[in-house]
């Protein structure tokens, strides 16, 4: 990711931040739907968790270039994940349900870059806290 696309990543985060808490809840309620194994994952009530799992977005957001700041704090939370059970599987349907509520919420904002640039942040994400886990399946590939 260029920084061209890294200051537009941000600029997106910018303008759904004051929606993030509500971005989350609406996340965990089209899981509950959706994939209501993966929402049984997750505590009954978010209400905590959903502001604190959008302000994790917002560090990664704001560190996408430094990222091995993060490794050890996410590799703590793949580890909490994976003991919750999670696999590579259910990232990913939690990534195209946070894709899915973004482009959501960013109405006309949203295009075909941001969708990239979100898409590569949350696979980065994944890589990380997997790795946490001990899982080797993806790596990240925002850093270099
Ligand atoms: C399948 C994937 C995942 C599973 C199963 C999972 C599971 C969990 C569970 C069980 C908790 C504890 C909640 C509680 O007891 O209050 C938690 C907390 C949390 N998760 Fe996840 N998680 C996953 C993915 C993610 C992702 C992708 C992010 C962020 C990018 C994330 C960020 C957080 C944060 C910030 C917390 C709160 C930690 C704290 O209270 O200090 N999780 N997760």
């Not at 590579?88 to 973004?102: M, P, Q, S, V």
């Not at 959501?104 to 979100?118: C, K, M, R, T, V």
């Amino acid at each position: 990711m260029n920084r061209a696309q890294a200051e537009y990543l941000r600029a997106s985060f910018r303008s759904i931040k004051p929606c993030g808490a509500a971005l989350i809840a609406r996340v965990f309620r089209s899981l509950a739907d959706h994939h209501p194994g993966v929402r049984a994952m997750f505590p009954d009530d978010t209400s905590e968790l959903n502001q604190k799992l959008f302000d994790t977005l917002g560090q990664v957001v704001r560190h996408v270039h430094s990222f091995q700041k993060l490794q050890e704090p996410l590799a703590v939370l793949g580890e909490q994940a994976a003991r919750a059970g999670a696999n590579i599987g259910h990232y990913r349907i939690i990534k195209h349900e946070l894709l899915d509520a973004i482009e959501l919420i960013s109405g006309e904002e949203w295009n075909d870059d941001l969708a990239w640039a979100w898409s590569e942040m949350l696979d980065a994400v994944t890589g990380v806290m997997m790795a946490g886990a001990g899982a080797k399946e993806t790596t990240p590939r925002l850093a270099a």
